[in-house]
């Protein structure tokens, strides 16, 4: 069965550090999600893309986070520079087209821990 | 802005009984859709069931079924039969049937199920 794919699974880094994690999405899928969950907390959307070009990016610290996905496959998220407050699981998940009733498939997510 | 309440941030149950999991939400739209997701312990999220708000009908998935009541914005999940691979976080979400196609989730529910 086809899963989304994200690395590292953890990874820890000192402030003001940059980091990137990188998803794979289900193969033929068009829309890719980045969430983040915070702990104890539910997921929340940084960013949206559409094949490669980003249908909302509305909760993406724009002055620290940045995201892509060149070819519309795969995708890499970044931090930089990282803060406390940015520790927490960062979610990707994928669906066949987008839209209201498309399933979203999550990958295993990436725990980050910021010192 | 849409809003999902989970009021029960711990839950257990014994194995072969039933629980419900309570879900509230706020919005002003008509026409969304509901999702319970899973979220075992180190594995990736995954959806259990989803109920379209134009259905009166309650969705069903073999032991999980869901209590939608439109009025009162409230969506809770029953697990019947419940199995010591029922454990894990439970998450309701919420999304538009028309703009931004984003989960909107709750904090979650820990489900034990004692043995």
């Known amino acids: 069965e086809a899963e989304v794919a994200q690395s590292p699974r953890y990874k820890i880094t000192e402030k003001s550090q940059a980091v990137a994690f990188w998803c794979d999405p289900i193969s033929g899928h068009a829309t890719l999600y980045w969430y983040r969950q915070i702990l104890g907390q539910g997921p929340e959307l940084l960013v949206q893309?559409?094949?490669?070009?980003?249908?909302?990016d509305s909760q993406l610290p724009k002055d620290r986070f940045s995201a892509e996905r060149l070819k519309g496959v795969d995708s890499t998220l970044k931090i930089q520079p990282a803060e406390l407050g940015d520790s927490a699981m960062y979610l990707c998940?994928?669906?066949?087209?987008?839209?209201?009733?498309?399933?979203?498939?999550f990958g295993p997510g990436t725990r980050l821990t910021v010192l | 802005a849409q809003t999902v309440t989970q009021s029960q941030p711990e839950m257990s149950v014994q194995e072969a009984e039933t629980v419900t999991l309570s879900c509230t939400y706020d919005t002003s739209e008509s026409d969304y859709y509901l999702f319970w997701y899973k979220q075992p312990p180190s594995r990736q999220m995954i959806l259990v069931i989803r109920q379209e708000a134009y259905k009166q009908q309650n969705a069903t998935e073999n032991r999980f079924s869901v209590n939608f009541q439109k009025a009162a914005k409230s969506f809770s999940l029953k697990i019947s039969d419940s199995q010591l691979g029922d454990a894990a976080m439970y998450f309701c979400?919420?999304?538009?049937?028309?703009?931004?196609?984003?989960?909107?989730f709750g904090k979650g529910t820990k489900l034990t199920v004692n043995p």
């Open positions: 998940a994928s669906s066949l087209r987008g839209g209201s009733t498309d399933t979203q498939y």
């Open positions: 893309f559409q094949d490669e070009s980003v249908v909302d």
């Open positions: 979400a919420y999304r538009s049937a028309s703009g931004s196609e984003k989960l909107v």
